[in-house]
C-alpha cells in the first residue's frame, strides 16, 4: 500500500530542535514527508543554532523571518500561508503541523474543512483547542534523566539554541543556573539580575514578557514560548530570552556577563582546566570558613563537591590538594578527618 504524502511544518519559535528526530519519526510513520519546513526568527537558523544541525540531518528547508514591527509574529503568517498553498495547491493528502500554540487551531479547522488530513504535534502544554481541531495529536515527550542523588528523578534540559545538553552549574556568586557546554548559553532565573536592575525594572521586564510582543526561543525550564527582550547595561545593549511563565532567562553565550559584569560562569567541565578549579578554590575556601560548608571526612567533602557543587570527578582530587596547599582545610591520613585552618595558619 503507497503511503499518503504529507507536508512537515514546524513552528521554529516554539519547538526545540531536540524534538527534531522525535517528529520525524512520527510524521514518517503516518506518511511520506514531501515538504519539510521550519518556521522561526532568524536567530533561530544561526550557525549556533539546533536547527542548523536538524536541517543537515533531516533535510528541514529553513524559512527564516524578520519582523519589521513589534508585536506581528511573522513566522506563524509564513507557516499559515504555506499551508494554505499545500491545502490548495499540492497533491499531498496531509498536513503535519508541529506546534504547542493555540493560535494554530482555525488553520487545522479550516485544513479539514478543505478535505485534507491535519496532524498536530507540541507539547504537554499545548491548549485542548489546538488538540481537538486536529484530526489527530501527538504530544511531544520529555526524557528524562537518571536519578539524582536524593533519589528523584528531573527532567532532561536541553538547550534550546543547539540542542545540546544542559548540565547544572554555578555563578561567581554562587547562583545555581544551567549551562550548554556546546553553545556557552545559560538559563538562570530572573531574579539573579536584581543586582544589576531594580525591583521595578525586573517587573517591567517580566510584564512586557508576558505580553509577548516577540517571540524567542522556547524555555528550557517550562516549554513555553519566551520573549526576546532588548535590555541595556551601561552603554551595551543585549537581547536575551525571557519566559513570562516561570521567570526563566535565556542568555546567549557572553550576554551574562555583560548584564552582570562583576559575575561570571563557573563551567563544569573537564576542560575548564586551572581557570575553573582556581575559582572553585574560592568558593570552596569561603564557604568552609563561613561553616557554611560542613563535612567530617574526606569522603563526605568529595560527595558535597560532586552533588552539591556539580565539580566533575577529575577536578575533585586537585582541588582537594590545592586546598591543602594553601592551608585552607588539613585531612589526618589516617582517619580522614577534616580540620578548616583559619585564615593566616
Known amino acids: 500500500m503507497e503511503k499518503k504524502s504529507i507536508a512537515v511544518l514546524i513552528d521554529a519559535d516554539n519547538i526545540s530542535p531536540s524534538s527534531a528526530g522525535e517528529i520525524f519519526r512520527k510524521a514518517c510513520s503516518i506518511g511520506e514527508p514531501i515538504a519539510r519546513r521550519a518556521y522561526g526568527m532568524v536567530n533561530c537558523f544561526a550557525s549556533n543554532s539546533g536547527w542548523v544541525n536538524a536541517q543537515r540531518e533531516y533535510g528541514i528547508v ?49 485544513i479539514r474543512e478543505g478535505g485534507k488530513s491535519v496532524y498536530g504535534m507540541g507539547g504537554s502544554k499545548t491548549p485542548r483547542s489546538f488538540r481537538t481541531a486536529c484530526t489527530d495529536f501527538f504530544e511531544i515527550s520529555i526524557a528524562k534523566k537518571p536519578a539524582t542523588a536524593n533519589g528523584q528523578n528531573t527532567p532532561h534540559a536541553t538547550c534550546p539554541r543547539c540542542g545540546g545538553q544542559l548540565v547544572a552549574s554555578r555563578t561567581k556568586s554562587n547562583q545555581k543556573c544551567r549551562t550548554c557546554s556546546k553553545c556557552g548559553g545559560v538559563t538562570i532565573k530572573l531574579s539573579v539580575l536584581g543586582k544589576t536592575f531594580s525591583a521595578d525594572g525586573l517587573e517591567k521586564m517580566l510584564e512586557a514578557a508576558r505580553l509577548h510582543e516577540q517571540p524567542g526561543c522556547v524555555c528550557p525550564d517550562c516549554g513555553s514560548s519566551m520573549s526576546l527582550l532588548k535590555v541595556s547595561s551601561g552603554k551595551r545593549q543585549v537581547e536575551i530570552d525571557v519566559c513570562g511563565k516561570c521567570r526563566a532567562v535565556w542568555y546567549d553565550k557572553s550576554e551574562f556577563e555583560t548584564l552582570v559584569p562583576n559575575d561570571g560562569l563557573l563551567l563544569p567541565t573537564v576542560s575548564a582546566g586551572k581557570a575553573y578549579r582556581r575559582e572553585m578554590v574560592l568558593v570552596l575556601a569561603a564557604d568552609l570558613r563561613r561553616g557554611h560548608l560542613k563535612v567530617l571526612d574526606a569522603k563526605g567533602l568529595q560527595m558535597v563537591m560532586k552533588v552539591s557543587y556539580h565539580i566533575p570527578q577529575p577536578d575533585i582530587g586537585p582541588i582537594i590538594s590545592t586546598l591543602m596547599c594553601q592551608r585552607i582545610l588539613q585531612i589526618d591520613k589516617k582517619s580522614g578527618r577534616i580540620s578548616v585552618l583559619a585564615a593566616g595558619k
Open 62 to 110: 529553513a524559512r527564516p523571518q524578520t519582523s519589521n514591527v513589534a508585536a506581528k509574529n511573522v513566522s506563524d503568517i509564513a507557516l499559515v500561508i504555506d499551508a494554505m498553498e499545500f491545502l490548495y495547491k499540492s497533491p499531498c493528502q496531509g498536513i503535519f503541523i508541529v506546534s504547542s500554540d493555540s493560535d494554530f487551531t482555525a488553520l487545522a479547522a479550516k
